[in-house]
């Protein structure tokens, strides 16, 4: 019985492996052009970054601050069908705070900052983007004379994300900004 089953199953595997060898075979045809439109590869990468240098803030009673912490960076990028895509940048502060250069005083920096940034196809220089945070002074509890101060947007960091010319994402860093942004 089993001598059987193993002659009628070989059997049915050449007949199956004579119908694949002569089944027609239909030639490739174009497509519509809707339909050859190029699949969008998504990419993503985080990086926690330290942070450490002086920012320069520009206007009246401002000073030198030296800071130290950190920025997570997180980013996505979607290519686009002809080439290039859209770039999605967090980045996020923690544990960020500053020493006045003139004044001695501690500045606290927070926040997190969303940018979204196009990218061109073919070869991708670095995508800069300096997200926006909120510097906090004086930091402890607020006892007259001293006034009140508001947070104050800053763009302290300077970011730059380099990409592959498929979106893939190949390096990012970050760094404190020198002062040419005005603040």
């Given at each position: 019985?089993?001598?059987?089953?193993?002659r009628?199953?070989t059997?049915?595997?050449v007949v199956?492996?004579l119908?694949?060898l002569v089944t027609p075979?239909?030639?490739a045809?174009?497509q519509?052009?809707?339909?050859?439109?190029a699949v969008?590869?998504?990419?993503t990468?985080?990086?926690v970054?330290a942070?450490?240098?002086?920012?320069?803030?520009?206007?009246?009673?401002a000073?030198?601050?030296?800071?130290t912490?950190?920025l997570?960076?997180?980013v996505?990028t979607r290519?686009?069908?002809?080439?290039?895509g859209t770039?999605h940048i967090v980045?996020?502060?923690?544990?960020?705070?500053?020493i006045g250069?003139t004044?001695?005083?501690?500045?606290?920096f927070?926040?997190a900052?969303?940018?979204?940034?196009a990218y061109?196809?073919?070869?991708i220089?670095?995508?800069p983007?300096?997200?926006?945070f909120l510097k906090?002074w004086?930091p402890g509890?607020?006892?007259p004379?001293?006034?009140?101060v508001?947070?104050?947007?800053i763009q302290?960091v300077?970011v730059?994300?380099?990409?592959?010319?498929?979106?893939a994402i190949?390096a990012?860093t970050?760094?404190?900004d020198?002062?040419?942004?005005?603040n």
């Amino acid at each position: 019985m089993r001598g059987h089953l193993t002659r009628a199953a070989t059997r049915a595997g050449v007949v199956l492996a004579l119908l694949g060898l002569v089944t027609p075979t239909v030639p490739a045809m174009a497509q519509p052009a809707h339909a050859a439109q190029a699949v969008q590869a998504v990419h993503t990468r985080t990086a926690v970054l330290a942070l450490h240098g002086t920012f320069l803030e520009l206007g009246a009673g401002a000073e030198p601050i030296d800071i130290t912490g950190s920025l997570r960076v997180t980013v996505v990028t979607r290519s686009a069908a002809g080439g290039g895509g859209t770039a999605h940048i967090v980045s996020s502060l923690s544990r960020t705070t500053g020493i006045g250069q003139t004044s001695g005083a501690t500045y606290r920096f927070i926040g997190a900052d969303v940018d979204d940034v196009a990218y061109p196809p073919g070869p991708i220089a670095p995508l800069p983007v300096n997200p926006t945070f909120l510097k906090f002074w004086p930091p402890g509890p607020i006892v007259p004379p001293n006034p009140i101060v508001p947070p104050h947007p800053i763009q302290p960091v300077s970011v730059a994300v380099t990409l592959a010319a498929d979106g893939a994402i190949n390096a990012i860093t970050a760094s404190i900004d020198d002062g040419g942004i005005d603040n």
